[in-house]
Antibody, heavy 120, light 113 residues
Framework: EVQLVESGGGLVQPGGSLRLSCAASGFTFSSYWMHWVRQAPGKGLVWVSRINSDGSSTSYADSVKGRFTISRDNAKNTLYLQMNSLRAEDTAVYYC?????????????WGQGTLVTVSS | DVVMTQSPLSLPVTLGQPASISCRSSQSLVYSDGNTYLNWFQQRPGQSPRRLIYKVSNRDSGVPDRFSGSGSGTDFTLKISRVEAEDVGVYYCMQGTHYRRYTFGQGTKLEIK
């Protein structure tokens, strides 16, 4: 069974840092691209970042570029999102989702999400 | 970036009646391989998004056949033939043709009248 389990969320002050993790199981993690998508309270889904299968290529939304870093450890079947210089507007539930570009596996599995709250 | 525009943003529907959600993209979603990578997601209250439809019209496993997707190029539609109580939630279209980054529609909130 495919499972994606996010962790690492919590309350952090503006300007602070947090690292999110997404533990994958039930599939060959190293064969899939991975994405982070966030959802502010009461708002829609917003793409944040993606990484290709071997970690050699990444992409970011303009709103997080230079502050967030996506990475992965294929030996540990884990995806990460390092979030620095956090702002109030980064408050959201963060989801990881798997992807295989241009296939039937685009966003076919998502985690349950982890809540990040940026507040003093 | 590709912009995805959904309508309506709010959709009150009577139980047993049909519902339809439109999604338009700012660029064609036809890829050079001839496929169109347009996906539909359902997000029930308090839950993670769940994919319903991929490549315009293919239902995911376990998705009731009252859900159907159609469209081409830049115009797409999700239809529910007879709305049930469990269909309450927010529906999102997402383009995957320009695959280096996902782009979602704003979401359509379906509620029961």
């Amino acid at each position: 069974e495919v499972q994606l389990v996010e962790s690492g969320g919590g309350l952090v002050q503006p300007g602070g840092s947090l690292r999110l993790s997404c533990a994958a199981s039930g599939f060959t993690f190293s064969s899939y691209w991975m994405h982070w998508v966030r959802q502010a309270p009461g708002k829609g889904l917003v793409w944040v970042s993606r990484i290709n299968s071997d970690g050699s290529s990444t992409s970011y939304a303009d709103s997080v570029k230079g502050r967030f870093t996506i990475s992965r450890d294929n030996a540990k079947n884990t995806l990460y999102l390092q979030m620095n210089s956090l702002r109030a507007e980064d408050t959201a539930v963060y989801y990881c989702a798997r992807d295989r570009p241009l296939s039937e596996h685009q966003g076919d599995y998502w985690g349950q999400g982890t809540l990040v709250t940026v507040s003093s | 970036d590709v912009v995805m525009t959904q309508s309506p943003l709010s959709l009150p529907v009577t139980l047993g009646q049909p519902a339809s959600i439109s999604c338009r993209s700012s660029q064609s979603l036809v890829y050079s391989d001839g496929n169109t990578y347009l996906n539909w997601f359902q997000q029930r209250p308090g839950q993670s998004p769940r994919r319903l439809i991929y490549k315009v019209s293919n239902r995911d496993s376990g998705v009731p056949d009252r859900f159907s997707g159609s469209g081409s190029g830049t115009d797409f539609t999700l239809k529910i033939s007879r709305v049930e109580a469990e269909d309450v939630g927010v529906y999102y279209c997402m383009q995957g043709t320009h695959y280096r980054r996902y782009t979602f529609g704003q979401g359509t909130k379906l509620e029961i009248k």
